[in-house]
Structures are given as structure tokens and as C-alpha cells.
């Protein structure tokens, strides 16, 4: 019985091993480097039409914002007068964030007030980045395109794939 068991066994592993030889197509370097061509010529068309849409929005609303490399835009609406934001520092904030067309998503009102380590990860590269520019009693406005935010994904709730997401924010405090 036991061999009867072994050899039904050998005989499955034998079939699996057979069914799951995969054909892989190997693709000549000039198929690959036109590959990553087209890859790089629609992220390029993505984040172009990000920034026209958010230039848009900041014309619509008459704000007064900067960019920086990376693709933020920012504008501090209040100066306050504490210690500027460092790397390792804790941040801790009031926020508001909405789609670039105004629908709210979060809030510190209702989620209370979000506290991260600079530098560490775990939030939006560009809310690492914009806290940056900061002084403690700062109010800010980010504009996030969706590389410096949720990315492709969006955060499965109420981000959605590919948005780019305002930052309203208050630097309330500063801790080493």
C-alpha cells in the first residue's frame, strides 16, 4: 500500500514538474531597450499631464505655489517661528488631505494628529520632502502628484489609483 502511495506520488510530482515547464521567450536587446523606451516615453506623458492638471487647479484657485525637483508643489500660507524641520526629528501635525478635485479623504479632526519620525519612511515621500521646508507653527499647502504620494495603487480606501492628493497641513510641533 505504502508503495502504491510512493509511486502515485512520484508520478504527480513527475506530471507537475512537466505541466509547469514554462517557455519562456527570450527578447533580443533591441526588443528590450524599445521596451524601456515606451515605458519611459508614458511615464514621462503620465507625469506631464500630472503637472498640467495640478497647474490648473493652483491657476483656478489663485494660489501662490513653488515646485520643487521632485515634482512638489508647495506654498507656506502661515510662518510660525519655532526650530526648523530636520531629518530625525518627529513631526507631528494637523492635516486635511483631498483629491486634486476637492473631495476630502482625511483629516486630523476626525483621525487626530499624525506623528512620524522625519526621514524614517512610512508616510508620502512628498509629505517627508515638504515637512522639510518647515518651521514649527508653519501652515502648508502640498500638492502631491501620485509618484510622491500613493503611487499606482492609492491606499486601497479612499485614495485611488494614480491620484494626485492636497496636503493642507499645520506643523504644530517638533520633537527630537
Given at each position: 500500500m505504502?508503495?502504491?502511495?510512493?509511486?502515485?506520488?512520484?508520478?504527480?510530482?513527475?506530471v507537475?514538474?512537466?505541466?509547469?515547464?514554462?517557455?519562456?521567450?527570450?527578447?533580443?536587446?533591441h526588443?528590450?531597450?524599445?521596451?524601456?523606451?515606451?515605458?519611459?516615453?508614458?511615464?514621462?506623458?503620465?507625469?506631464?499631464?500630472?503637472?498640467?492638471?495640478?497647474a490648473?487647479?493652483?491657476?483656478?484657485?489663485?494660489?501662490n505655489?513653488?515646485?520643487?525637483?521632485?515634482?512638489?508643489?508647495?506654498?507656506?500660507?502661515?510662518?510660525?517661528?519655532g526650530?526648523?524641520?530636520?531629518?530625525g526629528?518627529?513631526?507631528?501635525?494637523?492635516?486635511?488631505?483631498?483629491?486634486?478635485?476637492?473631495?476630502?479623504?482625511?483629516?486630523?479632526?476626525?483621525?487626530?494628529?499624525?506623528?512620524?519620525?522625519?526621514?524614517?519612511?512610512g508616510?508620502?515621500?512628498?509629505?517627508?520632502?515638504?515637512?522639510?521646508l518647515?518651521?514649527?507653527?508653519?501652515a502648508a499647502r502640498?500638492?502631491?502628484?501620485?509618484?510622491l504620494?500613493?503611487?499606482?495603487?492609492?491606499?486601497?480606501?479612499?485614495?485611488?489609483?494614480?491620484?494626485?492628493?492636497?496636503?493642507?497641513?499645520?506643523?504644530?510641533?517638533?520633537?527630537?
Amino acid at each position: 500500500m505504502i508503495v502504491k502511495f510512493i509511486k502515485i506520488g512520484f508520478l504527480i510530482a513527475v506530471v507537475l514538474m512537466i505541466s509547469c515547464k514554462s517557455k519562456t521567450r527570450h527578447y533580443s536587446a533591441h526588443e528590450q531597450k524599445e521596451f524601456k523606451e515606451n515605458l519611459i516615453k508614458a511615464n514621462k506623458g503620465l507625469v506631464k499631464k500630472d503637472q498640467e492638471d495640478i497647474a490648473s487647479v493652483v491657476k483656478r484657485h489663485g494660489w501662490n505655489m513653488k515646485h520643487t525637483q521632485t515634482g512638489l508643489w508647495y506654498e507656506i500660507v502661515k510662518h510660525g517661528n519655532g526650530n526648523k524641520a530636520e531629518t530625525g526629528m518627529t513631526a507631528h501635525i494637523k492635516y486635511n488631505v483631498q483629491l486634486l478635485d476637492g473631495t476630502e479623504c482625511y483629516n486630523s479632526d476626525s483621525l487626530g494628529v499624525k506623528n512620524f519620525k522625519i526621514g524614517q519612511g512610512g508616510v508620502e515621500s512628498g509629505l517627508e520632502e515638504g515637512i522639510l521646508l518647515l518651521r514649527q507653527g508653519d501652515a502648508a499647502r502640498f500638492i502631491m502628484p501620485p509618484h510622491l504620494a500613493y503611487g499606482l495603487l492609492g491606499d486601497e480606501n479612499k485614495i485611488p489609483p494614480r491620484a494626485t492628493i492636497i496636503y493642507n497641513i499645520e506643523l504644530i510641533n517638533l520633537t527630537k
